[in-house]
């Protein structure tokens, strides 16, 4: 892996999600998690603190040895056990029907392929299981989705993909939107900040 890749866009992704802008979206969505729980995409760790009583413990699951380095650095502000892992979500080295909730923030764009990712969500999660999430992506006007879809090659190889349509991916990966809003950000480019957010059950 590129330089860029190994310690630039690690440092990149930290800052970025540091912003306080996504605070509140942490807030909500975090809490509402229960029992084992599978972190796709844990960055630096800055979800942990937020993790409650209800978690029994957090598996982090990061492709990014320098993301997970840092992570490590907030394992002591966690009121549950947390076991990092290095692995992408795309091959997710658990069994099957293992995890009470996964927790996916602003994850799904990075990845290579998000209908396998997603497909693995929901193969580790226990029948009735529920995915937590909070992503960017396609946006309902056409004239902001018409610009996603031509910078989304571009911003790709420097960043993520810019128009995955959220709620299309997850139904079509067999899960059951329980609750789903969305909006931009509100502020910054338009086709970097419509936000989906909600709550996903594995359907058997």
């Known amino acids: 892996m590129s330089i860029y890749g190994t310690w630039l866009l690690p440092r990149l992704i930290d800052w970025t999600m540091r912003s306080a802008d996504l605070t509140p979206y942490r807030e909500r969505l975090i809490p509402l998690a229960r029992g084992c729980v599978l972190e796709i995409g844990i960055g630096s760790g800055l979800n942990l603190p937020l993790y409650r009583g209800a978690v029994e413990r957090v598996i982090g699951l990061d492709p990014s040895f320098e993301l997970l380095r840092r992570a490590g650095s907030m394992i002591s502000r966690a009121m549950c056990p947390v076991h990092l892992v290095r692995a992408a979500a795309e091959a997710i080295p658990l069994v099957d029907g293992s995890m009470d909730t996964v927790v996916m923030t602003w994850t799904l764009c990075s990845l290579t ?54 709620g299309q991916l997850l139904r079509e990966a067999g899960f059951e939107l329980v609750t789903l809003n969305s909006g931009y950000l509100g ?15 594995s359907t058997a």
């Open 113 to 166: 392929d998000a209908c396998t990712g997603l497909a693995e969500m929901r193969r580790v999660l226990k029948p009735g299981g529920e995915l937590l999430f909070v992503e960017h992506g396609l946006a309902p006007e056409p004239q902001v989705a018409a610009w996603q879809h031509r910078l989304d090659p571009l911003w790709t190889r420097i960043s993520c993909h810019l128009d995955n349509p959220v």
């Open 187 to 201: 502020r910054g480019p338009k086709p970097m900040t419509f936000m989906y957010e909600g709550l996903a059950r």
